[in-house]
């Protein structure tokens, strides 16, 4: 039978490890933004999993919104141009802004994120990543919230995912170089 698994080179962080960590990063949020009603700002399709559990996992008020930013394509490497595809419904002038991202690799999409919403002029902008690739950054930006590092190795799973394919897959694993390279 076809099984996601059956291309995982391995498994990183299974369902549960990665439930015990966003529930730590919740509590931090929670503490950090208690009274500032923040927007979440969920990038797509990556980070939906991780926003999913994070919100949840929050007890303090919040609101959502929603922007979709490509760089990708069908590649395992950056292109480097990022593009906008869907921007927020709202103003956010004034306002709290926590960005929640699947991965920070290059760094060209958070730092192209980053600097267009400080143009709109809100109260502040932070960064919420569930995974950062620190061997493959070409842009000095980091991630104020994150919760596991990885390797230099394409990673699959829990939204991430390579050519649409692996982002229902509860964990995150490596995938299999024979996937992408054939
Ligand atoms: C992926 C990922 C991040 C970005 C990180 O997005 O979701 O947004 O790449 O890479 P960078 O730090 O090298 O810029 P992708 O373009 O694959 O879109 P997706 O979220 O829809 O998968
Ligand atoms: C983007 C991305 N998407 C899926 N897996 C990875 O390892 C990635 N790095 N940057």
Redo the contacts with the bound molecule.
């Keep these: 039978m076809e099984s996601m698994y059956n291309d995982l080179e391995k498994v990183l962080f299974t369902k549960e490890q990665i439930d015990a960590r966003i529930k730590e990063v919740a509590k931090e949020l929670d503490k950090d933004y208690e009274g500032k009603r923040p927007i979440m700002v969920s ?5 939906i999993m991780f926003y999913a559990d994070l919100l949840r996992a929050m007890t303090i008020k919040t609101e959502m919104d929603f922007m ?5 394509g069908n590649a395992t490497k ?1 292109s480097g141009e ?1 593009k906008m595809i869907k921007d927020l419904d709202r103003s956010i002038e004034g306002r709290h802004i926590v960005i929640v ?10 730092n192209y994120l980053k600097a267009t919403l400080k143009t709109r002029n809100p109260a502040s902008v932070k960064i919420c990543a569930l995974l950062n690739k620190q061997e493959r950054r070409v842009v000095d930006i980091a991630a104020d919230y994150t919760c596991f590092e990885v390797g230099d190795e394409f990673v699959v799973g829990y939204g ?2 390579y050519a649409q394919i692996y982002r229902n897959l509860p964990v995150i694993g490596v995938l299999k170089k024979e996937v992408y390279s054939s």
Excluded at 43 to 47: E, Q, V
């Design positions: 990038i797509l399709k990556g980070s979709a930013i490509s760089s990708y950056s990022v991202e699947d991965i920070v690799d290059t760094g060209y999409t958070l991430l995912d």
